[in-house]
């Protein structure tokens, strides 16, 4: 079941993120690491109610953050649709224990379910340029790739920005 996380599930919900880091290091993939995405940084995921979580038998196996707020990373990119009703994915993560099971299909259907119901006019969301796998996912989901944007604090290499219209 997917409902919003809340504060109670703050240790677990960074515990999930921690354990999706050290994965993928030992995968060579730098995308996230010890300090990102930071225990404060989930906390403000919940306060804010963006930050949506998928639970099997009470145990959180995933996570995807879910928001209006467009970062400022974004301001420069040249997306398909105008600056109106967009809604933002950050952080779609599975636990590793529960990877290839489905689960992060599921959450971003959740992810577009909601972007319709809300009459979003598009869903954007950016991925690691290293993680191929990734990037393969949102392909199949008929996200067009954009350009490329910069974290600095998380990696040299860039990342790629991704958008499917909704609603023109």
């Known amino acids: 079941m997917i409902t919003k996380a809340i504060i109670a599930d703050l240790d677990q919900l960074h515990s999930l993120t ?3 880091a050290k994965y993928l290091i030992e995968n060579k993939i730098y995308q996230w ?19 949506w979580k998928l639970e099997i038998n009470k145990i959180i196996v995933g996570i995807i953050v879910l928001t209006e707020i467009e970062d400022k990373e974004y301001l420069h990119v040249k997306w398909l649709t105008k600056n109106n009703k967009n809604l933002y994915v950050h952080r779609l993560a599975v636990h590793p224990n529960f990877q290839g099971k489905g689960f992060a299909q599921k ?9 319709k119901k809300y009459k979003f006019n598009s869903i954007r ?14 392909k199949k989901r008929n996200y067009k790739k954009l350009e490329s944007i910069y974290l600095p604090k998380q990696s040299k290499h860039p990342f790629y920005c991704f958008e499917k219209v909704l609603n023109a």
Do not use: G, H, W
């Open 33 to 51: 690491d010890e300090t990102y995405p930071s225990k404060e940084v989930l906390q403000i995921d919940i306060e804010l109610e963006q930050i």
């Open 18 to 20: 921690k354990s999706c």
């Open 107 to 115: 959450l971003m259907e959740f992810a577009e379910n909601y972007a």
């Open 125 to 138: 969301l950016d991925t690691f340029s290293q993680n191929k796998r990734n990037q393969q996912f949102y």
